[in-house]
């Protein structure tokens, strides 16, 4: 019996450390992005892609104007997605005969040296179904990011579709996870970080 108990209690053990092991600790990731948004004209534009917007969970802040074409929108991507952003874009009511699309502009500076375009393509062809990437200027590695329907997997809990880590971890990282180029996303109208105070000797 006393064996039995044990190996009971060793069992339990066991199970506990492996749930313990499954379910990670969440880690906030909030950051501030600049979509390009078509189909703005007017302040009845920006109100109802705002208000569309901020039913997503996790979003802070939407900040666009009728005049500038883009938004920028603060959310947590551990949360929400740049997909998800982007659909919520897509579903707001028009205000006009045309429906509001949004994009990212990307950069990945490094791409047409060496074989990095083929690299880089073979990531960016994974997301196919999600994002379509048109080269605006291959040379200089300039991309325009388009998203696709959102197509939510009701089982899935956390971000849907896209995330800026699907490109950002492949291209970014350094080997061997990764190839070790910058990735970034071009940014309107946000102020640069302030530079840290040089130390006095």
């Known amino acids: 019996m006393k064996h039995s108990l044990i190996a009971l209690f060793s069992i339990a053990a066991l199970s506990a450390s492996a749930l313990a092991a499954e379910k990670k600790e969440f880690v906030p ?3 501030t992005a600049t979509f390009f948004i078509s189909g703005v004209e007017c302040g009845n534009c920006v109100d109802a892609i705002t208000e569309s917007v901020k039913k997503v969970k996790s979003v802070t802040a939407v900040k666009m104007d009728s005049a500038t074409g883009y938004a920028n929108i603060s959310f947590d991507t551990h949360v929400s997605s740049y997909h998800q952003i982007a659909q ?3 579903d707001a009511p028009p205000q006009h005969a045309n429906k509001y699309a949004a994009s990212l502009k990307v950069k990945v500076p490094d791409y ?3 074989d990095n375009a083929k690299k880089i393509d073979a990531i960016f062809a994974k997301s196919a179904t999600q994002v379509r990437m048109e080269a605006t200027d291959a040379a200089k590695g300039d991309f325009t990011l388009h ?3 959102l197509a939510v997997d009701a089982k899935k ?3 849907q579709g896209w995330n800026a880590g699907k490109f950002g971890h492949p291209i970014g990282d350094p080997a061997p996870n990764g190839l070790g180029l910058k990735f970034l996303q071009v940014k309107e109208g946000q102020a640069a970080a302030p530079k840290a105070a040089p130390k006095k000797k």
Do not use: D, R, T
């Open 147 to 149: 998203f696709l329907p």
């Open 29 to 31: 990731h909030p950051v």
């Open 88 to 90: 919520a874009i897509a």
């Open 157 to 159: 809990e956390g971000p």
């Open 112 to 114: 047409a040296k060496g």
